[in-house]
């Protein structure tokens, strides 16, 4: 059963930091671009960092740049999202999701909410 279960999500204030994780389980981890993004109340969901099967190469939104580091651990099926001077702007649902042509699976989400 493909598995994709995010967690590190809570409660932050301003200018802290959290690390999001996201662990896989029934299929390939290793040969799938890991992307996370985000969705906020009333707002569209935004891909906020992506980083390629291998780990080599990462992608950010502008938003975030500088802020916040994608990576990963094939050897444990891990991807990570670690997040520094949040602010407000950045609280929203966070996902994770692998992709490989034709397949692409979604975790449920975590909660990020900074507070000022």
């Known amino acids: 059963q493909v598995q994709l279960v995010e967690s590190g999500g809570g409660l932050v204030q301003a200018g802290g930091s959290l690390r999001l994780s996201c662990a896989a389980s029934?299929?390939?981890?290793?040969?799938?671009?890991i992307g996370w993004t985000r969705q906020a109340p009333g707002k569209e969901r935004e891909l906020v960092a992506g980083i390629s099967a291998s780990g080599g190469s990462t992608s950010y939104a502008d938003s975030v740049k500088g802020r916040f580091t994608i990576s990963r651990n094939n050897a444990e099926n891990t991807v990570y999202l670690q997040m520094n001077s949040l602010k407000d702007d950045d609280t929203a649902v966070y996902y994770c999701y692998a992709d490989r042509p034709p397949a692409t699976y979604w975790g449920q989400g975590t909660q990020v909410t900074v507070s000022s």
């Open positions: 029934g299929f390939a981890f290793r040969l799938y671009f």
